[in-house]
Every structure is written in structure tokens, then in C-alpha cells.
């Protein structure tokens, strides 16, 4: 039979998986627009970087309201607490993009720059995303605890771009700076996926992945 | 935090019926311990197998052992009345006596010697302090106590369980007939009394033990499933039994 509580968890999903869309939406057309220099894409970003704090109101809101109505334990408690904090990594998502999307705005014409490793660095991290995602709708603790592995690998690809740009003079300035931020927002955007992964583990066995 | 309670191998039947199956525990002292389960799981049998009130009732056979600071209350010549001052019960409805409020308090007192209202009035003050009722009493002791309210009853009966000085309270459902507020009152009453008392509580409000117990008991037809610290058990329950019972997907 279901449960009351039952209702109020699905529409928590749907939030969450609504958000997870909108959120992947604007990172990859951040991306997108730093490949392209759209100088129009920062406006659009905005508005879905919005929408997003939005949803993730919505659904703080919703969870305290079923919270309040079933004062629910054991799993169900660990998924709405685990809602809470996806929402907040989706809507960080969102954050990020817009700073990503903002980048050529300040620095101008950045069309000579080299952003081939950034942008693959990018790629992953979308994956990312797509994986946390597909380990919340699937309740997948084994695939989330994949995720550490992979933020791994871009956290030391983020390391080798600064250091490179570090030791190598003659790219100019503008452009050093341009992938550094880029980068610096991808590896962040990783740090989350990372994060959904562990809210995953937890709501669907209780322990944490430890992340630092 | 040292055991206070120890119950080994526990097992009490009434007649060809099984309540309570093969239970062992240690209950730590100056702790709320929360008993759950649902109805007829055996939470009430158990609790009232830590002072013997089991004995009363005609049937029943109780095995195993309940050691009260090691010592087995089930061992031939345990002092049965003062296993009973040590270890006191409150009931789910409010029982005072048909007494003023002060003779409710001074009952158990009297029954064990103390006579002199010299002795009485300090014991009954303190009762009825520790029960968080005495600003609200002291003015009308001689009054009836059934001119009390609900909420008011039942923390009389919790003084007069205090009042001969037990070492563990047992509070078998004591706010399932009150309202909110009297809830409320005899919740923070239980807070407050651990630091002087090893207080058990049966509750079917699972809120109600998550809000006011440090460790929590599940109970189910007669076993018990699982034990631990009540966060533990709440949040991250080990058996899949605990888990169906606190999220409602039983049966």
C-alpha cells in the first residue's frame, strides 16, 4: 500500500531530476559559448542559473513541508536530507556555469586563446553530472562511489593546466587567465558531482563517502 | 556510563504464549532507553520483567535473567518490594490514589517506614520538585489529587515513584493520554531526571523516543531486532525489520 509520505518523495525526485536538466543545460551552453564566443550566452545562463535558485527553494521548501507533515525516519529521512543538498549542488551548478559564461564578457575577444585540454576537462565534467544523476534516479550506491575517481582525475588535470600556464611565459595574459578560471570552475562543478555521488551513498546505505 | 540493567537470555510467557523471546540487553545507567515495536511486540511484558510486576499476573513464566547492577532480581530470595523501590513504574493512564496530593506522594514513603511529617514534608517537597509540579501544588497539597489536570496527574505519579528513592524508572506509555503541552512537560521531565535516574520508556510515538531517548530498543513479536545509540537506529537502522517499521512499511 503507499504511503502518504510517498507522494511528497516523488515530487521531490521530479524537483530534483527537473533541476538536474536545467543544471546540465547550462553548463554544457556555458561550454558551448566559450567554444563559440557567443557573446549572448552569459544572459541566457543567468536566466537558467536562476531558475535554479529557485528550484532549489522550491524544493528546500518541500522537503521542510514533508519533514514537518511526516517526521519520517530511517531512509526516508536520509533521502529528503540528501535532497536538500543535491538541490544545493544542482543550483551550484548553475552558479558556475554563469561564471563560466561571464568569462569572455570581462576578458574580451578571446578567439586566439587555446582552450582544447579546458574544454575536454569540461566534457568529463558533464559526465559527471550525467552520472551522479543517473546513480540518484537509479539509486545507484555502487556507480556513485565511481564518482571520487573520476573528480580525481580532473582535480590533477586542473593542477597541470595552472602549472603549466605557470611555467610557459608567452601565452598571453588574457588568455592564461581565461583558462584558469575555466578550469578553476570546471574542477569545482567535479567537486559537486562528487558531492550528489555521496548524498546518493548516503541515502541508499547510510554511510559516507569521507570526501575532503 | 556503566549497565545498570542487564537482561540475558529474558524470555516471559503467559501460559502457552511467548511475549518476550530469548531478549538480551544492557541498559546503561543515567540514560533514557526507548523501547519500540508495534502493539502486542511484547515492549510492555519486557519493561515490567525488570521489576518482576509479571509475577502479578497469573500464568505467567519468566527464564533467563535480569541482573540490577549484576545482581539477578529473578534469584531466589531478591528482596522483591525493594527491587521495586529501585525500580519504579509509571503507567500510561494517570493512576494517583483517591488520596490528597500530598498522602499520593507520602504513600510509598509511609509503606516503607518513614512515619513523621518531619521526615515526610522534605520528601514530598523534593518529589514534587524533580516532578517539575510542585510551583503549580504547593499551595493546595491537601487538595484531592484527582482535582488535578491529565498532565498533572501523571507527573504526580512520576513524584510518587521518586519519592521512595528508586534507581530506575520504568514509564510504560506515560503521555499517550495527554495533549501536547502536558507531552511536552513530562518530556523535558524525563530529560531532567536522567541525570539522577536510569529512565526506560515505552512509546509508540517514535517521535517521541527520538525527541527524549539516548539509546533505543526495537521490538517485534517478542524479539529484539535491534539496539543501539537512537540516532543510529533512526537515521541508519542495520535491520531491514527496524527499517520497514520506522518508515511505515510494515505488513
Known amino acids: 500500500m503507499p504511503r502518504l509520505i510517498d507522494l511528497g518523495l516523488e515530487k521531490l525526485t521530479s524537483m530534483i531530476v527537473d533541476m538536474a536538466g536545467l543544471a546540465q543545460k547550462a553548463v554544457m551552453n556555458a561550454i558551448t559559448a566559450y567554444q563559440q564566443q557567443d557573446g549572448m550566452s552569459s544572459v541566457k545562463i543567468l536566466h537558467l542559473s536562476e531558475q535554479l535558485r529557485l528550484l532549489r527553494e522550491e524544493t528546500s521548501g518541500l522537503a521542510i513541508e514533508i519533514l514537518a507533515r511526516y517526521q519520517p525516519l530511517a531512509s526516508d529521512l536520509r533521502f529528503i536530507k540528501s535532497c536538500i543538498d543535491i538541490a544545493y549542488d544542482l543550483a551550484r551548478f548553475g552558479r558556475y556555469a554563469y561564471d563560466i559564461a561571464l568569462t569572455p564578457d570581462w576578458l574580451g575577444d578571446l578567439s586566439h586563446c587555446d582552450f582544447t585540454v579546458p574544454l575536454e576537462m569540461a566534457q568529463k565534467a558533464v559526465a559527471m553530472i550525467t552520472k551522479s544523476m543517473t546513480a540518484f534516479r537509479t539509486r545507484d550506491a555502487a556507480l556513485a562511489k565511481t564518482l571520487p575517481l573520476d573528480d580525481d582525475i580532473i582535480d590533477q588535470e586542473y593542477k597541470d593546466v595552472v602549472i603549466r600556464l605557470l611555467q610557459n611565459g608567452e601565452i598571453p595574459r588574457e588568455c592564461a587567465i581565461a583558462v584558469t578560471l575555466l578550469v578553476r570552475h570546471i574542477e569545482r562543478i567535479a567537486d559537486h558531482a562528487c558531492y550528489i555521488a555521496d548524498a546518493v551513498v548516503y541515502f541508499v546505505e547510510g554511510e559516507r563517502l569521507g570526501l575532503h | ?251
Open chain 2, 1 to 251: 556510563m556503566k549497565d545498570k540493567l542487564e537482561a540475558k537470555d529474558l524470555s516471559v510467557s503467559f501460559g502457552t504464549v511467548q511475549a518476550v523471546k530469548h531478549v538480551s540487553c544492557s541498559l546503561r545507567s543515567n540514560v533514557i532507553t526507548a523501547i519500540i515495536g508495534p502493539s502486542g511486540c511484547g515492549k510492555s511484558t519486557l519493561i515490567k520483567s525488570f521489576n518482576r510486576l509479571n509475577d502479578l499476573v497469573e500464568g505467567a513464566r519468566t527464564t533467563g535473567a535480569v541482573l540490577l547492577d549484576g545482581e539477578d532480581v529473578y534469584a531466589n530470595g531478591f528482596n522483591v518490594v525493594e527491587l521495586r523501590r529501585r525500580v519504579g513504574m509509571v503507567f500510561q493512564k494517570p493512576n494517583p490514589f483517591p488520596k490528597s496530593i500530598y498522602d499520593n506522594v507520602a504513600y510509598g514513603p509511609r509503606i516503607h517506614g518513614t512515619k513523621a511529617k518531619a521526615e515526610l514534608d522534605p520528601i514530598v517537597e523534593t518529589s514534587l520538585k524533580q516532578a517539575a509540579l510542585w510551583d503549580e501544588v504547593s499551595d493546595r497539597l491537601t487538595a484531592s489529587a484527582f482535582d488535578l489536570s491529565g498532565g498533572q496527574q501523571q507527573r504526580l505519579c512520576i513524584a510518587r515513584a521518586l519519592a521512595v528513592q528508586p534507581e530506575i524508572l520504568l514509564m510504560d506509555e506515560p503521555c499517550s493520554a495527554l495533549d501536547p503541552l502536558a507531552t511536552a512537560r513530562i518530556e523535558q521531565l524525563m530529560v531532567d531526571l536522567k541525570r539522577e535516574y536510569t529512565v526506560v520508556i515505552v512509546t509508540h510515538n517514535m517521535q517521541q523516543a527520538a525527541r527524549v531517548s539516548d539509546f533505543t530498543a526495537f521490538l517485534y513479536l517478542g524479539e529484539l531486532i535491534e539496539y543501539g545509540p537512537t540516532r543510529q537506529v533512526f537515521e541508519r537502522p542495520t535491520a531491514e525489520l527496524t527499517e520497514n517499521y520506522l518508515t511505515g512499511r510494515f505488513g
